[in-house]
Each structure stands twice: as C-alpha cells, then as structure tokens.
C-alpha cells in the first residue's frame, strides 16, 4: 500500500505543491520519529533540503491535550515549508487536528505507511493511489517496501508504474544515501520528489552534495542545537549519527558512552577542532 497521502491546507500563502513544478526534483526529509524535529528541520535545511516533516503526531492526544500539543510540535519562522504527519483513523479527529496547525504549517500528512507500505498485488496498490487522488490528496509518498520486508532492495519498478499510472505528484522513499542515489532514483522512476529519513540522520548536508558529514555540518549542529534547548540524549544521537563514517570504532566506543552536553563539546573540540 502507500506510504503516505497528502492533502495540503488552504491557510497559507505559499503552497508547497508549487515546489513540485518548480524544481529538478523536490529534496524531501522524512518524518522520522523522535528525530525530525525543529532543530535537526533547520539543520537539513541549510543544506539544500526543499521540504521538511514533523516526527509522526497522535492526532487524538494532539486534539485532546495541550501538554501534547506543546511537547509534540514546536516551529519558528524560518521552518518553511512544513509538513505536519498525522496518524488518525477517524475523519473528525484528522480534521480537527488540521484545523489547530493550520496557521503554523503548509501542508497536512496522513501516515498510510507504518507497516502497510506497498501491496503485493500491484493492481491493489496502484488502485489505493488513485483512489487517494480522486479524494484530493496533493501528493503521495511510496515507501518501496511490503509488509515483510524491512532491509530488502526497494522495489523501484513499483513506484516507476504508481507514478506512470497517476497525474498527482508521487515521492520515492527508500534506501537514499547520497544524492548521486536520490538523481538516480528520480530518473530510475520518473517521480517529482525524493524523501530521505535515515541517509539524512547519517549526512544532513547530503543534499548539498556531500559523500559524509562535513565538519561544518556538525559545528552547524552544536550551535542550532544548543540555542534550542535539545535534551541531551537527542542532541547525542544526532551527533553518533553524523559521526559514523567519519570516526574509528575506538572512537566510537569513547564517544558514544559520553554522558553530558559539555563533555561533548570538549570531546568535539579536543579531536576535531569544533
């Protein structure tokens, strides 16, 4: 089944649609949960990133409690355009949800994907998504995965015939890790736009070209992350994840069990100078 259908908002100004008819191909980082928060969204944007997504949001604790609504969705005015994920499964409670994060975001998310992704019956699949354009939706992700595959290769045929076989914007996910494999998958599959989650976690400047993390990329970080309050452990995994390819597994092992923002910070600048 699909990945993940849109309906964008009519509340601003700007729609993100148009981003579609005026790009090589649409740069897209994924709703990741617990990850693609406002820090890391400013992050990736500075690095050539189009469009970003919230972490996935329980719409019915979203509607019901404002402690969720704070602790779950923050924003500020360089964080466009913006994409909030939506988990729902009744309409009112999706609707209302939108109705509240209309004035703050572009565009709302529907996740259709966790675990369902495509069918093994292609017909079924490519059915769903024209039945999801004719609901209206702007645009639709394909995660190019079933149901029991989580590492296998992506099937990019499918969504090469999901996009063939629909007029609305179609977004390839899956298996992304530099931008050399975002171009290829664009002109493997015909679609507008690629979704990244955990290539970027790995790169965040990989939609600006680059094989690993540079250590600007990883000064940027430091600097959003502290001037937003990230907690520790966020602003510590991020890092672990930026720092992958570029240290050894001694370092790693030192790295990866430091317990404080300021050990961190001495750590970065006692070995890399940052």
């Known amino acids: 089944m699909i990945s993940d259908a849109i309906e964008t908002t009519q509340c601003q100004q700007k729609d993100p649609v148009d981003l579609f008819h005026s790009r090589h191909f649409v740069k897209i980082c994924a709703p990741m949960v617990r990850y693609s928060k406002l820090a890391f969204r400013t992050l990736v944007r500075k690095y050539n990133c189009d469009l970003c997504y919230t972490p996935m949001i329980i719409a019915a604790d979203f509607v019901r409690s404002v402690k969720a609504r704070d602790s779950e969705f923050t924003t500020s005015k360089g964080d466009r355009p913006l994409i909030v994920q939506f988990a729902a499964n009744e309409a009112q409670v999706l609707s209302d949800a939108a109705r509240i994060i209309c004035p703050f975001a572009d565009g709302i998310d529907l996740n259709c994907g966790c675990p369902q992704r495509i069918h093994d019956d292609l017909k079924r699949t490519v059915d769903l998504c024209r039945k999801a354009e004719a609901a209206g939706v702007s645009w639709i992700t394909v995660h190019g995965r079933n149901i029991e595959e989580r590492h296998q290769p992506v099937h990019y045929d499918t969504i090469k015939i999901i996009k063939q076989n629909t007029s609305i914007p179609i977004v390839a996910n899956g298996d992304v890790k530099t931008l050399k494999d975002a171009e290829n998958i664009h002109h493997m599959t015909g679609t507008d736009g690629v979704m990244v989650a955990r290539g970027l976690l790995a790169n965040p400047a990989m939609f600006a070209g680059y094989e690993e993390t540079p250590l600007k990329c990883i000064q940027d970080w430091v600097d959003i992350a502290l001037e937003h309050g990230t907690p520790f452990t ?18 790693k092992k030192v790295f990866n069990v430091l317990s404080s923002t300021s050990a961190v910070l001495d750590y970065l600048n006692e070995h890399y100078g940052v």
């Open 234 to 251: 966020c602003f510590h995994h991020h890092l672990m994840y930026m720092m992958e390819r570029i240290t050894s597994k001694q370092e």
